[in-house]
């Protein structure tokens, strides 16, 4: 009887252990259309390998966007993306989060700055907290993103946000609230991306037009993968200190990854609006809070 009760106990707590962690989270990888609807030009997204992979698409006519069917509160957003290969200067391709809100923004951009044939491309990354932005930094890639498909990740929970590029982190943005600092954390976010062209800034400050004669331009994507709580979805997720992106490992970056961090800074890092005295004569209070 003990024996039987305590079995009933444990497949009732292996039950409500699954359902607490698993709830908000489906099977991974999901196809396009599970997590995704085009909101730019259906013309010029093409699903292929039956919905797991996409294709974009740049030409005369139009770019193209899509953007996750539901809203997250915190969560990790990954895919893996292969860019524009070749002359791919003044096309621009994002991947982003954004609370869509337009009187208090939140957002969390990574962008891909096309180049000449055998120039490298340039990643920026920005976050709004609370209607701000301003905080552009740009990195070099150490591989051609458009050889093959790479894996951008967006990690955003109570305590940091880190943008990684493979398992390199390239940006980390703690929460320092305790300082006043603003961070993100009262407004659901969308995940989008868009490929568009933007000549005018993109490439060498909009020095290096766009070729059409080498259009179209495309982008491939695979691996869509988002796992987050839901808005709507259960009240209580997002506020749930075990939902595992919140958890101990994903609190402050692991020793290997604090050391892949200071590699990139120091080696591929060409921009920080940190460093930027004509634009910041005073030093942003987050640049200096510590990571
Ligand atoms: C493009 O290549 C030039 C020359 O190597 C470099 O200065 C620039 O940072 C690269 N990226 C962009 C987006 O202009």
Request: contains cysteine; neutral net charge.
């Given at each position: ?5 305590s079995?009933?106990?444990?497949i009732?707590s ?31 997204i ?15 006519n139009?770019?193209?966007g ?32 954004n ?22 491309y ?25 050889a093959?498909?790479?894996?951008y ?11 990684y ?15 006043g ?11 989008y991306?868009?490929?568009?062209e933007?000549?005018n ?12 004669s ?18 709507p979805g ?21 020793a ?19 460093t ?5 004569p ?10």
């Amino acid at each position: 009887m003990a024996i039987y009760l305590s079995l009933t106990n444990a497949i009732a707590s292996l039950f409500l252990f699954v359902l607490a962690f698993a709830l908000p989270i489906t099977g991974r990888p999901a196809t396009f259309l599970e997590d995704f609807r085009v909101t730019w030009s259906d013309s010029h997204i093409r699903q292929i390998d039956g919905g797991k992979a996409i294709q974009l698409v740049l030409d005369r006519n139009s770019g193209c966007g899509f953007a996750s069917k539901r809203q997250y509160l915190f969560g990790r957003v990954s895919m893996k993306i292969k860019l524009v290969p070749g002359d791919s200067a003044g096309t621009v391709t994002a991947f982003y989060m954004n609370s869509n809100t337009d009187a208090v923004r939140d957002e969390l951009d990574f962008e891909f700055l096309g180049n000449r044939t055998g120039q490298p491309y340039t990643v920026q990354t920005n976050i709004y907290a609370h209607g701000k932005g301003d905080r552009e930094q740009r990195i070099n890639l150490w591989f051609d993103p458009a050889a093959d498909f790479h894996t951008y990740t967006i990690l955003w929970n109570h305590r940091q946000i880190v943008f990684y590029v493979d398992d390199v982190p390239i940006r980390v943005y703690k929460n320092n609230e305790a300082r006043g600092i603003p961070f993100p954390k009262f407004q659901s976010m969308g995940v989008y991306s868009t490929l568009w062209e933007a000549d005018n800034w993109a490439t060498r400050g909009g020095l290096e037009k766009i070729d059409w004669s080498k259009a179209p331009f495309y982008a491939y994507y695979k691996d869509f993968d988002i796992e987050g709580c839901p808005v709507p979805g259960p009240a209580n997720c997002a506020s749930n200190p075990r939902n595992w992106w919140e958890g101990i490992n994903y609190q402050v970056l692991s020793a290997l990854e604090a050391r892949k961090y200071r590699w990139v800074r120091i080696n591929h890092m060409i921009y920080d609006y940190c460093t930027d005295k004509s634009r910041n004569p005073v030093t942003p209070p987050e640049c200096t809070a510590g990571f």
